[in-house]
């Protein structure tokens, strides 16, 4: 029976990369001289540390450009709150998602059962699990999840027929 599987996974070196790029970056530019301005990374947990909200925005910016030119997803970035610490200085928690959540799983399945289509959606772990009987049915739901789901970077994996 052919299937396939829903994941959601960021490229952990090409992440790694964009940070080392943005650090340069930032180590390099005019106006982030004399500040302490940097990207720390730990797994997929990212601290941009900045001297003020205005820095911090710059360097956001440019995580986000190296991202983009290193061909990672920007919607795997998720930002949390902006955090003061010692004097002016402030950090934010930028989380690398890994997995689909249970809640996208959930609305992967029901979107699949709604179409239709003679194709099963189960969930597995962090990934979803489509299988079917034929292969243009399996095309046709990779065609609708990609149509239908913007909000979240999936990508299909572990076609077999």
Known sequence: MPTFDVVSESDAIEVRNAVDQANKEIANRFDFKGSDARIEQKER?????????????????????????????????DYGPVQKIGGDKVKQVINVRHGVSSDHAKRIV????????????????DSVRVSGAKRDDL???????KKEIADVPLSFTNFRD
């Open 110 to 125: 029901r979107l699949v059962k709604d179409s239709k289509l003679k194709v099963q959606a189960s969930i597995q772990g």
């Open 45 to 77: 947990e990212l601290t941009a540390y900045a001297d003020d909200d205005f820095k911090l925005g710059q360097v956001r910016d440019v995580l986000v450009a190296k991202c983009a030119k290193r061909n990672v997803d920007v919607r795997f970035l």
């Open 139 to 145: 095309q046709a739901a990779i065609a609708l999840l």
